[in-house]
């Protein structure tokens, strides 16, 4: 783990300069009709921006986040943080995603999964329902990438941004990212995918669902009724876990955990290994502000994703207007760097303006949040060219 932060640490450094403190601002909307046609009344999430919007505001980008993360992209709430937003190595001034020239927000998506966290700000199954006075639970509906997507079209409405500079998202924040270039084409001019894919296939999806297993075998769980008692704890460590095991490619998991010399589980089948104990000490602290059942929402929305929400990707993908940039990780076990390419590769044979470059690192996955750097120049072209 202290590998892993002095990463994030060393990232930031690498900053030409430090951002402004950021503050945290909330989006409500009275309602929002989600794709799986339920209507949500009183909706809300958080959102952060670094940056000026220029007068005829035609310099917004929008980060859109991944899995387990939330808007904070860059800079730090206050100068006691231990460490700026995830993104902080390549959003600031003078930094690829430059915020002396560009107008950068980022919105937490519903059913985000840090929906404990005092920084986090989403309506999800652990919101109050306003109609029962109870946390919804297994009650919310089904919500997609589409939905995420559309709470983020309501919030730029309001701001009067009638277009995008560019929408650049990593893990599930590519699966927002390129979404948005086909939902709304005529509003993106450029789309950014670190480490995606443009539709999940039935490997991704059992993978997918392992993590909403873990939650699920907890007995208190209780069916997704457990917040008068209680996180189901143990499961949800349990599914934490996972996502960092799936995200981590061996060369930096052996890095970070002890190898397996223990004496003990050579002589007591009970007996554990310290490196297991050491990783679900991790996925312990991840959990404490993380809501099991926005897990499970998050996992189901990534595992019917498709770009253009239904229909067949080719198809979807003609109406991209766009310029698009793929950057998978190169050691990717959880999105695959053919997911990106098999996209990149459909665009290209239909004509479109597309650039595909692989991240290499030691991290897999998450070399699209920590090595994202090395590739800073590619990035910092593309967006200003």
Sequence with gaps: MRYFIACLAWCWALGAQALPLVEKQRFELPSFTTQSGATLKQVAVGWEAYGKLNADKSNAILITHFFSGNSHAAGKY????????????????????????????SVDTLANANAFDPHVITTGPASINPDTGKPYGLSFPVVSIRDFVNVQKALLDKLG????????????GS????????????????????????????WTVFGLERWADAIKADPAWNGGDYYAKGEPKAGLDRALAYIIYDATYPDGFNSRYTPPTDEAPKLDIHAGFKSVDELMGHAAIRAHYQDANAILYLVRASQIFVAG???QLEDNLKRVTAKTLFMPSTHDRLLVPQMARTTYETLKKLGKDSQYQ?????????????????QAKVLKDFLDN
């Design 358 to 374: 692989e991240i290499t690192g030691p991290w897999g996955h998450l070399d699209g949040l920590v090595s994202i750097q090395t």
């Design 309 to 311: 929400y239904s229909g």
């Design 78 to 105: 206050s100068d006691s943080d231990p460490l700026p937003g995830y993104w902080d190595a390549i959003i600031g001034p003078g930094k690829a995603i430059d915020t002396d020239k560009y107008y950068v927000l």
């Design 175 to 202: 699966f927002q990212a390129l979404d948005w270039a086909v939902a709304y084409p005529d509003e993106v001019e450029r789309m950014v995918s670190v480490i995606g894919a443009g539709q999940m296939d039935p």
């Design 161 to 172: 941004i009638k277009k995008l500079h560019a929408v650049v998202g990593a893990s599930m």
